[in-house]
């Protein structure tokens, strides 16, 4: 424990014996203790100046309960001794205020509001080709903030809270103006799944009561466009899917994974076979389920990783095989209702190693018992998934975390943001939300991959959603533990869309920060092409060249996420002052990126451009 390093110590009035609240145990310790248990700053403002008082009292008065009342006997003369010590009193106080005032400033990373009411708490979400965003909550919820145009409400006879649904469940957001322009959705969404299709489509499928075997689809647009939800009349899913994870194929097709009673793949466009039983996820299921929601990463040798509960298996999707059973992943449950979260890092040299992410969860019992205040748990497992005899490598987060997203950044590290340190998923089922968002560097040595970032003050805890924007930036949108809309409650229904800006983004970054000029539109497999770039100072490391899809974000885990860095020559001088032409060979095959549109991002010594879309195919 600290010992305050001022003067400390004082004798006490009746045997002039050393004694002090600043040795071990100080005051200063047993704050830090609180401090990091619940991070409420005033709260401890207080409690330090009372212990302070308290030590002053018992110094100059004998008696511990003096500091309660003021000295009334105004000829009081203070010694030396008692004049040193109360000063020294006072430089502790001014101490602890400077660390609490300047500690949340001094952690990377910026936040801003980016919208107050976007009309609807967003539970999935997805950036658009056309720098909008598709933000989606649930049909059967009631009022929402935002109203349909006038004309367009839903008429459902058999939704018990609004039979005539003039409000808003979709919106499109803009990222240039912050404009919100409200989408009809007509079936139930709630707790459904989606992916982008290789011409840039949203595919989303699923949700709960009308909407448990829809297939939906909406085109993207830019703000001014006239964009909207279509559902297919023509085409069901063989299965009904609540809680299924998509996940976009070499060939631009869709594999439909899972969903709750659904221990079965299928796919879209439907294939002739229909639903394909998958026994591993009955396999993985416990008394509280933890299989749903599964994480699905397509490996680039074609098959499957697939990850529920604590297991996870290789699948060969074309002959409905299991090729390698991992390594069970200690640490407790890792998918909803315990979720935390997971991704695959970033595909790089000749492509052939892929490695697992798992990080945080709920402990099991959590969710049947209903308990909002038991632990999440914060270890993480990390996985060569393509190698031979793979094992789980563990490492712990500086806290706990259960619904926490995993956004992929383009230089190759991870943000673990949002969530809360205790309960598990579920309407009012957590608490102690988790404020600071955490940086995993994968290339740093075991023990030293995780930095503590600034922490945000509005909780994203249940149906929150996390997203990497075109800039660089994180969208954080959603948030809603609750039934219905509510608003009087600890943790309210959410409409605040924030952005989080990684230390990347800083102004101190701004000189080796690239820009991309000229990029093609379209690159085909294996095709070679060029980058032109600029950047203020002169280029002193290799410019990587990086691609980042648009995942769909939902229940703390982004079905489709990925980023593939290219294989590139050095930056070389192209005809003008900071101007560097970068050699590029596109992915070879849709294993390693499957077909569709992706951001492009230059990245200078861990610095992003801002990105620009392209189509692989």
Same mark, same amino acid.
């Given at each position: 424990?600290?010992? !305050?390093?001022?003067?400390?110590?004082?004798?006490?009035?009746?045997?002039?014996?050393?004694?002090?609240?600043?040795?071990?145990?100080?005051?200063?310790?047993?704050?830090?203790?609180?401090?990091?248990?619940?991070?409420?700053?005033?709260?401890?403002?207080?409690?330090?100046?009372?212990?302070?008082?308290?030590?002053?009292?018992?110094?100059?008065?004998?008696?511990?309960?003096?500091?309660?009342?003021?000295?009334?006997?105004?000829?009081?003369?203070?010694?030396?001794?008692?004049? =040193?010590?109360?000063?020294?009193?006072?430089?502790?106080?001014?101490?602890?205020?400077?660390?609490?005032?300047?500690?949340?400033?001094?952690?990377?990373?910026?936040?801003?509001?980016?919208?107050?009411?976007?009309?609807?708490?967003?539970?999935?979400?997805?950036?658009? &080709?056309?720098?909008?965003?598709? !933000?989606?909550? #649930?049909?059967?919820?009631?009022?929402?903030?935002?109203?349909?145009?006038?004309?367009?409400? #839903?008429?459902?006879?058999?939704?018990?809270?609004?039979?005539?649904?003039?409000?808003?469940?979709?919106?499109?957001?803009?990222?240039?103006?912050?404009?919100? &322009?409200?989408?009809?959705?007509?079936?139930?969404?709630?707790?459904?799944?989606?992916?982008?299709?290789?011409?840039?489509?949203?595919?989303?499928?699923?949700?709960? !009561?009308?909407?448990?075997?829809?297939? &939906?689809?909406?085109?993207?647009?830019?703000?001014?466009? =006239?964009?909207?939800?279509?559902?297919?009349?023509?085409?069901?899913?063989?299965?009904?899917?609540?809680?299924?994870?998509?996940?976009?194929?070499?060939?631009?097709?869709?594999?439909?994974?899972? *969903?709750?009673?659904?221990?079965?793949?299928?796919?879209?466009?439907?294939?002739?076979?229909?639903?394909?039983?998958?026994?591993?996820?009955?396999?993985?299921?416990?008394?509280? /389920?933890?299989?749903?929601?599964?994480?699905?990463? !397509?490996?680039?040798?074609?098959?499957?990783?697939?990850?529920?509960?604590?297991?996870?298996? /290789?699948?060969?999707?074309?002959?409905?095989?299991?090729?390698?059973?991992?390594?069970?992943?200690? *640490?407790?449950?890792?998918?909803?209702?315990?979720?935390?979260?997971?991704?695959?890092?970033?595909?790089? *040299?000749?492509?052939?190693?892929?490695?697992?992410?798992?990080?945080?969860?709920?402990?099991?019992?959590?969710?049947?018992?209903? =308990?909002?205040?038991?632990?999440?748990?914060?270890?993480?497992?990390?996985?060569?998934?393509?190698?031979? +005899?793979?094992?789980?490598?563990?490492?712990?987060?500086?806290?706990?975390?259960?619904?926490? +997203? /995993?956004?992929?950044?383009?230089?190759?590290?991870?943000?673990?943001?949002?969530?809360? /340190?205790?309960?598990?998923?579920?309407?009012?089922?957590?608490?102690?939300?988790?404020?600071?968002?955490?940086?995993?560097?994968?290339?740093?040595?075991?023990?030293?991959?995780?930095?503590?970032?600034?922490?945000?003050?509005?909780?994203?805890?249940?149906?929150?959603?996390?997203?990497?924007?075109?800039? *660089?930036?994180?969208?954080?949108?959603?948030?809603?533990?609750?039934?219905?809309?509510?608003?009087?409650?600890?943790?309210?229904?959410?409409?605040?869309?924030?952005?989080?800006?990684?230390?990347?983004?800083?102004?101190?970054?701004?000189?080796?920060?690239?820009?991309?000029?000229?990029?093609?539109?379209?690159?085909?497999?294996?095709?070679?092409?060029?980058?032109?770039?600029?950047?203020?100072?002169?280029?002193?490391?290799?410019?990587?060249?990086?691609?980042?899809?648009?995942?769909?974000?939902?229940?703390?885990?982004?079905?489709?996420?990925?980023?593939?860095?290219?294989?590139?020559?050095?930056?070389?001088?192209?005809?003008?002052?900071?101007?560097? &032409?970068?050699?590029?060979?596109?992915?070879?095959?849709?294993?390693?990126?499957?077909?569709?549109?992706?951001?492009?991002?230059?990245?200078?010594?861990?610095?992003?451009?801002?990105?620009?879309?392209?189509?692989?195919?």
């Amino acid at each position: 424990m600290a010992v !305050l390093k001022l003067q400390n110590h004082y004798h006490n009035n009746d045997n002039n014996t050393p004694f002090s609240l600043c040795t071990i145990p100080t005051p200063l310790s047993i704050f830090f203790f609180f401090f990091k248990l619940f991070k409420q700053e005033y709260f401890f403002i207080i409690i330090i100046i009372t212990i302070i008082r308290i030590e002053a009292s018992l110094y100059l008065t004998s008696s511990p309960f003096s500091f309660l009342f003021p000295l009334t006997n105004t000829n009081t003369i203070f010694t030396m001794d008692q004049t =040193s010590f109360l000063a020294s009193q006072l430089c502790c106080c001014f101490i602890i205020l400077f660390h609490l005032t300047h500690s949340r400033a001094d952690l990377p990373g910026t936040w801003e509001l980016l919208v107050a009411d976007a009309g609807i708490a967003s539970m999935h979400t997805a950036v658009t &080709r056309f720098n909008t965003v598709v !933000l989606l909550d #649930r049909t059967n919820i009631g009022p929402s903030r935002k109203l349909l145009p006038k004309g367009h409400c #839903r008429f459902d006879k058999n939704d018990a809270v609004l039979k005539l649904d003039c409000y808003a469940h979709s919106v499109l957001l803009d990222l240039h103006t912050n404009q919100i &322009r409200p989408l009809k959705i007509l079936t139930d969404t709630w707790c459904s799944s989606g992916q982008f299709l290789p011409n840039g489509t949203l595919l989303q499928t699923g949700g709960d !009561l009308d909407g448990f075997k829809k297939i &939906r689809k909406i085109d993207p647009c830019d703000i001014n466009g =006239s964009c909207d939800w279509v559902e297919l009349n023509d085409v069901e899913l063989t299965e009904g899917r609540w809680y299924a994870s998509n996940q976009i194929l070499p060939d631009g097709s869709v594999i439909i994974v899972g *969903g709750r009673g659904s221990n079965t793949v299928e796919f879209y466009p439907k294939r002739i076979n229909g639903a394909v039983s998958f026994p591993f996820l009955l396999e993985a299921e416990d008394t509280q /389920m933890d299989n749903l929601y599964p994480y699905v990463h !397509l490996l680039p040798n074609g098959h499957l990783f697939v990850f529920a509960n604590t297991k996870a298996v /290789m699948y060969d999707y074309t002959k409905n095989i299991v090729l390698t059973v991992y390594p069970q992943l200690d *640490g407790g449950p890792r998918n909803y209702p315990s979720a935390g979260s997971s991704v695959m890092l970033p595909l790089q *040299g000749d492509y052939s190693n892929a490695e697992i992410v798992i990080c945080g969860g709920a402990q099991y019992g959590a969710f049947l018992e209903r =308990s909002t205040d038991t632990p999440a748990h914060g270890s993480c497992g990390r996985i060569s998934a393509t190698q031979t +005899d793979p094992v789980w490598v563990t490492e712990d987060m500086p806290y706990g975390r259960i619904m926490g +997203d /995993m956004v992929m950044l383009p230089n190759g590290d991870v943000l673990i943001i949002n969530g809360a /340190m205790s309960g598990s998923q579920g309407f009012d089922m957590a608490s102690n939300p988790c404020l600071n968002p955490v940086l995993y560097r994968p290339n740093e040595p075991l023990g030293l991959r995780f930095m503590v970032l600034n922490p945000g003050t509005v909780p994203r805890m249940y149906h929150s959603t996390a997203n990497l924007l075109p800039d *660089g930036r994180v969208l954080l949108a959603g948030s809603n533990p609750h039934v219905f809309y509510t608003f009087d409650a600890e943790f309210p229904t959410e409409l605040r869309i924030e952005a989080f800006s990684p230390e990347y983004l800083g102004p101190d970054k701004a000189n080796i920060r690239p820009e991309i000029l000229e990029v093609p539109e379209t690159v085909l497999f294996g095709a070679t092409f060029n980058v032109i770039v600029s950047v203020e100072l002169p280029v002193v490391e290799i410019v990587e060249v990086n691609l980042a899809s648009a995942p769909f974000a939902t229940h703390s885990f982004s079905q489709g996420q990925r980023l593939v860095k290219l294989a590139v020559t050095s930056a070389v001088p192209d005809g003008g002052v900071g101007r560097y &032409r970068i050699g590029c060979t596109a992915p070879p095959n849709g294993m390693v990126a499957p077909p569709g549109y992706y951001m492009v991002f230059a990245v200078n010594q861990g610095v992003p451009s801002v990105a620009r879309w392209v189509h692989v195919s």
